[in-house]
């Protein structure tokens, strides 16, 4: 279960707060990549960075910002703008832009 | 963009029987299709992919065959067992303005029934 890790793996916020996700890896992956998972629905791409202090918006990026700043860290940021922030979100890597690897996932509430 | 649709939503087997899940999309460009199973509360892991160049790949009890002629893609799981039940996603990456992006179906619930 190495290489790609997320914390925390369960997350609890008041609504209209803002909340940083964690994201890392080891494996010297260029692109990283944010979904989001809800309930009986496939992946949803939120941003995604091809290489350092680079980024681009995914499929749900409304709400959602995230940064860049070194190789191994890609940590995602769910604003008070998000209207619906209570989900599953996996973070994962890729050194080819083909097959990705995921973390474990951060379980976040919001109430 | 890429959509991907992906049927059925669930799927209930016996144990030793075969499951067959299959997708569909819609962007002709694409050229890489992956294979993912997840199980309960864990990360999705990639089972099998193929690229476009090939029309079929086995590993095992899984394979995976694509027909880029009418753009859908499926996977074959043989001699189901219980510890396949789980979630399966399919994708499809490759457009030439989507570069990484993979885009996922909904998901199948798939259940072996000892």
């Known amino acids: 279960d190495g290489g790609i890790t997320q914390s925390p793996k369960y997350l609890f916020r008041k609504e209209g707060q803002n909340v940083t996700l964690s994201c890392e890896q080891n494996?010297?992956?260029?692109?990283m990549y944010w979904y989001r998972q809800d309930p009986g629905q496939g992946l949803r791409l939120i941003y995604y960075?091809?290489?350092?202090?680079?980024?681009q918006k995914g499929d749900i990026a409304e709400g959602y910002s995230v940064s860049r700043e070194k190789k191994e860290s890609f940590p995602l940021t769910v604003t008070s703008a998000q209207k619906n922030p209570t989900a599953f979100y996996l973070c994962a890597s890729s050194r080819d832009s083909r097959e990705q690897y995921f973390g474990p996932g951060t379980r976040l509430t919001v109430t | 963009g890429e959509n991907v649709e992906q049927h059925p939503s669930t799927l209930s087997v016996q144990e030793g029987d075969s499951a067959v899940i299959k997708c569909t999309y819609s962007?002709?460009?694409?050229?890489?299709f992956p294979w993912y199973k997840q199980e309960l509360g864990k990360r999705p892991q990639l089972i099998i992919d193929?690229?476009?160049?090939?029309g079929e790949k086995k590993d095992q009890r899984i394979a995976v065959t694509l027909n880029k002629t009418a753009k859908h893609f499926s996977l074959h799981i043989t001699e189901t067992q219980p510890e396949d039940s789980a979630v399966y996603f399919c994708?499809?990456?490759?457009?030439?303005?989507?570069?990484?992006?993979?885009?996922f179906g909904a998901g199948t619930q798939v259940v072996v029934t000892p």
């Open positions: 962007d002709s460009a694409s050229n890489y």
């Open positions: 193929i690229r476009s160049n090939v």
């Open positions: 994708a499809a990456s490759g457009s030439t303005d989507s570069w990484g992006k993979l885009q």
């Open positions: 494996l010297n992956h260029d692109a």
């Open positions: 960075s091809q290489i350092v202090n680079d980024f």
